[in-house]
C-alpha cells in the first residue's frame, strides 16, 4: 500500500515518517483506512478526504496492499454545515469546545462572540462527551485526543501563541463576517445584555460608578462588563483580524 499525505498533513506524521510524503505500507492484518491513516499519527479529524486510486472513500473502507491512498487535508474556509462522504451528519452551526492545552484561546473566541465550551479542569473524555453531544468542534494540540474514535470534527491547533490561535481558527473555518465582537461573557460563554447603571450600582467600585455610564451584563453568571481599558487591547486583537 502506497500512502500519500498531502499538504500539512506530513509534518503531523510520527518519526521517523515525518516530512515524507509517501509512504510504503504492508498490512499485516485486516484495518480500516482510517485506522491506518492514525497509526502513522493524523488524527482522523484532520482529514477533509479520502481516495483510493482517484475514488473517494470513507474512513472504513479496508485497506489493501494494492491500494494508493490519497489522504487530503481540509481547505479553508472548512465547509461543516454540509454533508460529505466522510462526515454524512453535519453540524447545525460552527460552534467549539475548547482543550485546556488552549485555554486561553476559548476567552479569545469568547471575546470574538464564538460560541465556545471550555472548563478549566475536564477529562478528555468529557470533553468528547460533550462536543458529541452538542455538536462542537474539538480544538486543541493534543493529537492522541484527537483520534478518539467518537469525536467526528475537531481540529489540531497549530499556532503557540493565543491570537493567532484565533486567527488560525477564524481563517479555517471562514468565520471572519460571524464575528460578533464582545457579546459573549469571557468568563462563562453567557450572551450579554445592556443593563441600566441604577440595577448594578451596589455592584460597581467606587470609581467604576463615578466614570463608566454604560453597562452589560451576562445573562447566565451575571458577571459585569464595561468599557474600560481593557477594551482597547481586545479591540486591536480583533482588527488583526
Known amino acids: 500500500m502506497i500512502i500519500n499525505f498531502r499538504g500539512n498533513l506530513k509534518e503531523l506524521l510520527r518519526f521517523p515518517f515525518r516530512g515524507m510524503q509517501s509512504v510504503d505500507h504492508e498490512l499485516t492484518r485486516q484495518a480500516s483506512v482510517k485506522d491506518i491513516v492514525e497509526s502513522f499519527g493524523v488524527p482522523h479529524t484532520e482529514v477533509g478526504r479520502l481516495t483510493v486510486d482517484g475514488r473517494d472513500i470513507s474512513f472504513s473502507s479496508p485497506g489493501s496492499n ?6 487530503y487535508p481540509f481547505r479553508p474556509p472548512v465547509d461543516v454545515l454540509s454533508p460529505t462522504l466522510l462526515r454524512p451528519e453535519p453540524l447545525a452551526g460552527i460552534t467549539f469546545a475548547v482543550d485546556v492545552n488552549v485555554g486561553k484561546l476559548a476567552s479569545l473566541l469568547r471575546m470574538a462572540g464564538i460560541d465556545t465550551y471550555y472548563r478549566n479542569y475536564i477529562a478528555d473524555s ?12 474539538v480544538l486543541s494540540r493534543d493529537t492522541d ?18 491570537e493567532k490561535q484565533l486567527a488560525e481558527v477564524v481563517h479555517l473555518f471562514g468565520l471572519k463576517e460571524q464575528l460578533q465582537p ?9 450572551m450579554l ?9 451596589d455592584q460597581l467600585e467606587p470609581l467604576t460608578r463615578k466614570y463608566y455610564h454604560v453597562f452589560r451584563q451576562c445573562s447566565e453568571c451575571k458577571h459585569i462588563y464595561w468599557p474600560g481599558s481593557h477594551l482597547d487591547r481586545m479591540l486591536k486583537v480583533l482588527d488583526t483580524l
Not at 494494492?66 to 489522504?71: I, N, T
Not at 485526543?145 to 493565543?162: S, W
Not at 464582545?182 to 453567557?190: A, D, I, K, Q
Request: hydrophobic share 35%.
Open 66 to 71: 494494492d491500494d494508493r491512498v490519497d489522504v
Open 126 to 137: 468529557n470533553l468528547v462527551e460533550v462536543a458529541v453531544r452538542e455538536g462542537r468542534i
Open 145 to 162: 485526543l484527537l483520534k478518539r474514535k467518537e469525536l467526528v470534527y475537531g481540529y489540531l491547533v497549530r499556532e503557540i501563541y493565543p
Open 182 to 190: 464582545l457579546s459573549r461573557c469571557m468568563r462563562c460563554n453567557g
Open 193 to 201: 445584555q445592556p443593563v441600566d447603571k441604577e440595577q448594578i450600582l
